[in-house]
């Protein structure tokens, strides 16, 4: 099935370096989401975006709405051990499928 | 408030077989969105149910079905079992359609096919 273009596909850091991670999509997308996911358990909805170059926060992490409309990024500032997981974007491109599209995923260590 | 939640939380079965996946929506919720997440890659969007009934689907054969019950909560069936249906299937539920950013996730359901 399709899946968004996510990358990279891991990231081996160390403990207070910045993170950055993109999504591209050859379909324009109405709203980017980004989750993260923990082992064992579903993913967790970080940042919502639904307005082309909306640029959004929440806490250490920034994400934004790619002007195009086919891309987005996840920023995460000063990471600590607890940003250890998997990273999802997904778009939704509106309609009435309601289909959610993911990406395979940006495996995050961090090393403290 | 209860979150979401998924049974069984494992399961293992052979090819052929038949299986069925339960999920319980977030209380207030009448939106569910079922899964699949096969092992290093991202959710796949299987079907959304609204109300009982169906209101989207994604790129899964017709042996992939589903139900929503009146209390909202939901039923995965696959029929014909193949090996490749071995995933950890996810349930989420939402108070609308597309309100992703109500949208939550259950722990889900990993399944084996033997």
């Known amino acids: 099935g399709q899946q968004l273009n996510q990358s990279p596909q891991s990231m081996f850091i160390q403990e207070g370096e910045d993170v950055s991670m993109n999504c591209t999509s050859s379909?324009?997308?109405?709203?980017w989401l980004w989750y993260k996911q923990d082992p064992g358990e579903g993913p967790v909805l970080l940042i919502a975006l639904y307005k082309a170059g909306e640029l959004t926060s929440n806490g250490r992490l920034t994400a934004q709405f790619g002007i195009t409309r086919k891309d987005s990024f996840l920023n995460i500032s000063a990471s600590i051990p607890s940003d250890v997981g998997i990273y999802f974007c997904?778009?939704?491109?509106?309609?009435?499928?309601?289909?959610?599209?993911f990406g395979k995923g940006t495996l995050l260590t961090v090393n403290p | 408030e209860t979150g979401v939640t998924q049974s069984p939380t494992h399961l293992i079965k052979t090819r052929g077989q038949q299986v069925t996946l339960r999920c319980s929506s977030q209380?207030?919720?009448?939106?569910v969105s079922w899964y699949q997440q096969a092992l290093g890659q991202g959710p796949q969007f299987i079907f959304q149910?609204?109300?009982?009934?169906?209101?989207g689907r994604g790129n899964f054969p017709p042996r992939f079905s589903g139900l929503q019950f009146p209390n909202y909560s939901s039923e995965l069936n696959v029929n014909a079992l193949e090996l490749d249906d071995s995933a950890l299937y996810l349930c989420?539920?939402?108070?609308?359609?597309?309100?992703?950013?109500?949208?939550?996730f259950g722990p889900g359901t990993r399944l084996t096919v033997l």
């Open positions: 379909s324009i997308f109405n709203t």
């Open positions: 149910y609204y109300r009982e009934e169906e209101n």
């Open positions: 989420a539920s939402s108070l609308f359609a597309a309100s992703y950013n109500e949208q939550f």
């Open positions: 209380s207030g919720h009448n939106t």
């Open positions: 997904a778009g939704y491109s509106g309609g009435s499928n309601y289909k959610l599209t």
